[in-house]
């Protein structure tokens, strides 16, 4: 018999591959941070021992979920200003909160915060566009997830930068810092095409093709950032990334939530990928992602959550019953969007999008075990004729019991691993005192 580091006995495996197998009574061999094999548990008992061995007679075991745009900081915002419309919220609440009161230590705390949370809820990798990435990035040294985070471009003075060259010498030192580490990945991140002018979009495409980098942007938001676009510089903001060359593959468009035909065409021909935040969009009113319109015509679907000051959570297992449920509603078909292609959106697809999809997003041979145990076996969840079904249309985040990140264990049992839950929750408290006064 042959030694590993764990094995993982499951009722489920739920794969994530492209035609999403759902193999029963079947385990997990991990070694060496990645996975070793798939096989029937009765073959692994024969063939394998390991160091550790984990049994879940009631779970689905599936690769861990990606959240494919977040502001994690902003969690310490979660609740300052809600029931807005998102220009109002932008410029006389949140704008003025973060000018006063983002910092280093603020980034740094937040992220560990936001990041306990979304440990709980089952995701393992996340795409960031804040302030302070050194700061995050240092928290995802705690924490152990895996990180794509952004260097932040925008026109005007923020508490991290206050001109365009000192915005892009600060992400350039973000990213040579980190370049080579483990679990984090840089990206490039300007806010919004209202946000940000030709000549630093141009540099943005500079920069990410000469380091191979992704560039996240606020896409299409809603629709006055399209009439805006249209006084300004008579055409819509896609048009215009189309003509500064921004349209490629590496972009990964966030929200997209108002598009016509001519929108399709050009995303779909750049290979740009979307990333879907249904109950952001929904709390803000912002508009609805046409993702059965991008799906039809071949465009890479990503599910995000956005920052939990406009969510108001990080729970990717509530998005995706938010983006099945108002795909089927605004399409008027309930065969839109099934939740064995929505758990895809939630993982794979966002590797995809990422660019990581040879690393994680499903239970592959030789990916790393970034895996999560959901415990379906509860009142919420039975009787359990299909998991996938379980899963995205009535399970809760507190079923997510155990979470592993390649091969590190996060989550044990509810309990987290890597984070002091108890010492986030004063610091929580110690910030909101500050943030928050009456």
């Not at 941070?33 to 024969?46: C, G, N, S």
């Amino acid at each position: 018999m042959k030694t590993v580091d764990t094995l993982i006995h499951a009722r489920w495996l739920i794969t994530c591959e492209e035609e999403n197998k759902i193999l029963e009574n079947h385990s997990l061999v991990v070694n060496d941070k990645k996975i070793m094999a798939i096989l029937p548990t009765h073959e692994a008992q024969k063939n394998y021992t390991a160091t550790h061995t984990e049994n879940f007679p009631g779970h689905a075991i599936m690769p861990g979920l990606i959240n494919a745009h977040t502001h994690l900081a902003m969690n310490y915002f979660r609740g300052l200003a809600d029931d807005l419309a998102l220009m109002d919220w932008l410029n006389n609440h949140i704008w003025p909160a973060e000018k006063k009161w983002v910092s280093h230590e603020f980034v740094y705390d937040a992220s560990l915060f936001a990041m306990a949370e979304m440990i709980r809820s089952g995701t393992t990798c996340f795409n960031d566009m804040y302030f302070f990435p050194i700061a995050t990035a240092e928290a995802v040294d705690i924490a152990g997830m895996r990180a794509h985070i952004g260097m932040t471009v925008i026109d005007f003075p923020t508490a991290w930068a206050t001109t365009s060259e000192e915005y892009f010498a600060l992400g350039m030192e973000f990213f040579e810092k980190y370049k080579n580490h483990d679990l984090v990945k840089a990206t490039l991140a300007p806010h919004a095409p209202y946000t940000v002018c030709d000549k630093n979009l141009l540099t943005v495409k500079d920069i990410a093709e000469k380091y191979d980098l992704k560039i996240n942007l606020h896409l299409h938001e809603t629709r006055d950032e399209i009439a805006q676009s249209l006084t300004q510089y008579k055409m819509r903001p896609i048009q215009r990334l189309q003509q500064l060359g921004l349209m490629t593959s590496r972009l990964i468009a966030i929200h997209m939530t108002d598009i016509n035909e001519e929108d399709l065409a050009i995303v779909a021909a750049s290979h740009v990928s979307v990333v879907n935040c249904p109950e952001s969009n929904m709390k803000l009113a912002s508009g609805i992602c046409p993702v059965i319109k991008f799906k039809n015509h071949g465009i890479n679907i990503a599910l995000g959550t956005d920052g939990a000051a406009s969510n108001n959570d990080l729970n990717m297992i509530g998005e995706m019953r938010t983006a099945a449920f108002l795909a089927k509603l605004s399409n008027g078909n309930p065969e839109s969007l099934p939740a064995k292609e929505i758990l895809k959106h939630a993982t794979l697809n966002g590797a995809k999008a990422l660019g990581i999809d040879h690393l994680t997003g499903s239970l592959s041979l030789g990916k790393s075990a970034d895996i999560i145990a959901i415990h379906l076996d509860e009142i919420e969840t039975l009787p359990v004729y299909h998991p996938a079904s379980q899963i995205v249309y009535a399970a809760g985040r507190h079923q997510v019991t155990d979470v592993w990140c390649r091969g590190k264990r996060l989550l044990k049992n509810r309990e987290l691993m890597t984070l002091d839950e108890a010492a986030l929750k004063v610091k929580a408290r110690d910030w909101a005192k500050k943030i928050f006064v009456v």
